[in-house]
């Protein structure tokens, strides 16, 4: 497995997964992650324990939970197991040999990392999410957990990016009528709609939180089919259902 990796986040594992290298099939193929799809559940099951495995867990220290779009944050203080349902769109952890897993099919995962205080996050990062605070939440309770805000570093993973991301004019309005300076993360299209640039959004909200440093990994999850699942692009297609790819980290070993 290949997973997608950043710099920023050495030496802590971490993978932004594609939907490469599992097991399942049809709509899903093949590395699908998400219980919440109608995918064989044995099939999402052994897909996790690969990632499981590539980073050196066992799939029940692989955490996910339920994302509805919130600001609401986990945080991991002791050794704990996977409980499906559990909602947050964002976890923190000082736990060693803990997966913190992001589920996206076009929204943003990012994955966090303190280097210093040995803390790890990961959040969910869809449009209403980056807009309500769910990246200075994940960043505040790294911090109640001992890590320092210019120490911590953060990507972006695979998300979906301004050319493929069509919205109306009330989509803009939320934005400009909470700051007008959103404005610029708007480019209009000849159909007389505006594409919002998702990505650099989400990157301008880290880089206002003044960490040791803050990135994207540039992919695009609607245009690149081949690698990665993408809610609108099946939606596009007519498909009711898609599959979800996961990022993942967790600490390093500890001397």
């Not at 497995?1 to 049809?26: C, E, N, Y």
């Not at 029940?60 to 349902?85: A, C, G």
Request: with cysteine.
């Amino acid at each position: 497995m290949k997973p997608i990796q950043s710099t920023l986040l050495a030496p802590a594992p971490h993978g932004f997964f594609t939907r490469k290298d599992g097991v399942s099939s049809g709509i899903y193929d093949s590395l699908n992650c998400g219980f919440g799809s109608d995918d064989e559940t044995e099939n999402v099951a052994q897909n996790r324990e690969k990632v499981a495995k590539m980073l050196g867990l066992k799939v029940e220290h692989l955490i996910s939970t339920h994302q509805f779009h919130s600001t609401d944050v986990i945080t991991i203080t002791e050794p704990t197991v996977y409980r499906p349902n559990v909602m947050a769109d964002a976890m923190v952890t000082n736990q060693p040999k803990t997966g913190l897993g992001v589920l996206t099919a076009d929204c943003a995962p990012v994955l966090f990392y303190d280097p210093g205080a040995q803390v790890v996050g990961a959040a969910h990062a869809g449009w209403r999410g980056a807009l309500e605070g769910v990246i200075e939440a994940t960043i505040s309770a790294m911090i109640n957990l001992g890590a320092k805000r210019d120490h911590i570093s953060a990507t972006i993973g695979p998300c979906i990016r301004q050319d493929a991301y069509e919205v109306g004019p009330e989509f803009v309005d939320t934005f400009v009528e909470n700051t007008s300076d959103f404005a610029r993360f708007f480019k209009p299209y000849p159909s007389g709609n505006a594409h919002f640039d998702l990505p650099s959004f989400v990157l301008f909200r880290l880089q206002e939180q003044g960490l040791a440093a803050a990135t994207r990994t540039g992919n695009c999850t609607y245009t690149e089919h081949a690698d990665f699942y993408s809610y609108r692009r099946n939606t596009h297609r007519g498909i009711s259902d898609y599959g979800r790819q996961i990022s993942v980290i967790t600490l390093p070993d500890r001397p």
